[in-house]
T-cell receptor, first 108, second 113 residues
């Protein structure tokens, strides 16, 4: 089973800061997801990527297949970005393997 | 807007009760999943289904069963609820590939007293 590790576990940033969340996995994958979960809320898919880089607004996700590593970047962070960010790998079969999440707090 | 809908947002049940958690998707997805989410443990797969009447055990199936009689509906059943099943339960669906179109429901927070 793919081991998915995220760092940091908790992150506090001031509004406007550039934020990076890291994800590493142990075996080759078909795709990697970045997910967002607000307190008490459901999970929203931010990105699905299998190579390179994707950008959506202030969010950027990159993946390095050879190094088995992905990063999620948030530019010009805002308090509404406060949430838990989860990476999840799809290696084989149907289900995802999840990291334990990074809890982000952006203060004004 | 495509959706995965879970029937209850919050649920409180007594120990020993039989509990049904319902999940419906309107995207014609082949795959449906039930996860539970606990602090420090992340999301863990309970059961999944890749077709009507088909089911596969996930990582933590003990104490649970599932039913998929129609493509759009996937039910999680706690045969005899116990306090260690107090958790957030999340349903998800995806296309047959397994990773495309992955969509989560809003979750059901179940408390067993």
């Amino acid at each position: 089973k793919n081991e998915v590790e995220q760092s940091p576990q908790n992150l506090t940033a001031q509004e406007g800061e550039f934020i990076t969340i890291n994800c590493s996995y142990s075996v080759g994958i078909s795709a990697l997801h970045w997910l967002q979960q607000h307190p008490g809320g459901g999970i929203v898919s931010l990105f699905m990527l299998s190579s390179g880089k994707k950008k959506h607004g202030r969010l950027i996700a990159t993946i390095n297949i050879q190094e088995k590593h992905s990063s999620l970047h948030i530019t010009a962070s805002h308090p509404r970005d406060s949430a838990v960010y989860i990476c999840a790998s799809h290696d084989s079969g149907y289900a995802l393997n999840f990291g334990k999440g990074t809890s982000l707090l952006v203060t004004p | 807007d495509v959706k995965v809908t879970q029937s209850s947002r919050y649920l409180v049940k007594r120990t020993g009760e039989k509990v049904f958690l319902e999940c419906v998707q309107d995207m014609d997805h082949e795959n449906m999943f039930w996860y539970r989410q606990d602090p420090g443990l992340g999301l863990r797969l309970i059961y999944f289904s890749y077709d009507v009447k088909m089911k596969e055990k996930g990582d933590i199936p003990e104490g649970y069963s599932v039913s998929r009689e129609k493509k759009e509906r996937f039910s999680l059943i706690l045969e005899s609820a116990s306090t260690n099943q107090t958790s957030m339960y999340l349903c998800a669906s995806s296309l047959l590939s397994g990773w495309e179109g992955y969509t989560f429901g809003s979750g059901t927070r179940l408390t067993v007293v």
